[in-house]
């Protein structure tokens, strides 16, 4: 199976960003902010580390940024959890 990793670039320069990360394994998606694993994307499904998603202001900002990717409606996180439409679990085990 084919691993592809990108670096999230930055909106304003264009340029990429260091240790933010996409990553294509397969049908699954995942965002990594510095070594933790932030985000899983299977079979339109969102799951967010329950630790890690709210970790950091930059490790915010970069999951936001990951995930207008996929959702093109303006969203707010937290909200997302609490609809239960993004699931919190252990994705660094």
Do not use: H
């Amino acid at each position: 199976m084919k691993v592809k990793v990108y670096n999230l670039e930055s909106p304003r320069s264009g340029n990429a960003v260091p240790n933010q990360y996409e990553i294509r394994v397969g049908n699954k998606i995942y965002f990594q902010s510095y070594n933790s694993i932030i985000c899983k994307i299977q079979d339109g499904k969102i799951y967010l580390d329950s630790y890690y998603w709210n970790y950091s202001r930059t490790t915010s900002k970069y999951l936001k940024l990951f995930l207008d990717d996929f959702i093109r409606d303006p969203f707010n996180i937290k909200d997302k959890i609490a609809k239960k439409e993004f699931k919190l679990t252990n994705l660094n085990k």
